[in-house]
């Protein structure tokens, strides 16, 4: 090695000597088997980031107002006021002259006896049910006097319409409702229809329809004789054990279908001005 390159390497120490001895020491320690260093002023150091400020807290929700829960009430519908109507109901013949009878029924029956007790059960139903703001009155009228002189008798309740209550009878066999109205009476035909309705409906049997009659006629002479709207009602056949049998079992049904036929009646006759 030449005395040049000697000379070179021992000036290179000597600056390196004196670089180190010029700059400032800092004090290191070891704490357990972590070496902390205080960083040299001027050098590059690695810090942990910042803590996230903590936002401001948030202002306080408006309070809730819970409002009371609105009563509902269902609209109060007026009953319906009629003008006085007055309904004679006529019992078919009496206790002495019960009509058809069917003797094969476990308790031989007839006309009388079920249609009083039929009436009954209506009057009873009704006054019950029915508003009396409706103004709806009935009277039961029977044959007390003798036929020639129910039409009368009828007349003198001044009932404003009229439904005399029948069974049919034929051969056993036949069966169904019938309504019997005078035939130069609408207003009796518009009775007789809505009562045809209402007992088949209750009864569920055949409909043998409305049928006008002269004077002539059987029944005829009630109906041309007094002086409101009136029908004779045959609602079914009680020498027809199973027609008695249905009756029997749906007379409830039949209460409320009589019933139904006043009230539809009344409030048509209402509407139209006239019974």
Known sequence: MSQELIDTIRALTTAVNTLTTALPQQPTSISGNTLNATPIKGTATTEA?????????????PPVITKAPQMQFAPVVPVKEYKPCKVAL???????????VNKLAHAAVNEYEFNNALVKEI??????????EQNIT??????????AQLPSDVNKTKADFAISFHCNAFNTKASGTEMLYYHSSDNSKMLAGIALNNVVNALNLPDRGIKPKHSEDRGGYLLRETNMPCIISEAFFI??????????SA??????????????YADWSDDDGEY
């Open 90 to 100: 006529i019992v078919g013949h009496s206790s002495t002259s019960g009509g058809a």
């Open 239 to 248: 020498d027809n054990i199973f027609d008695l049998a249905r009756a029997q």
């Open 138 to 147: 009935l009277e039961i009228v029977y044959r007390d006097n003798g036929y």
């Open 251 to 264: 007379k409830s049904g039949l209460v409320n279908a009589y019933i139904d036929t006043i009230l539809e």
């Open 123 to 132: 009057v009873e139903a009704f006054n019950r049910t029915v508003p009396e």
């Open 49 to 61: 980031p910042a803590p996230a400020p903590i936002p401001p807290p948030l202002p306080p929700l």
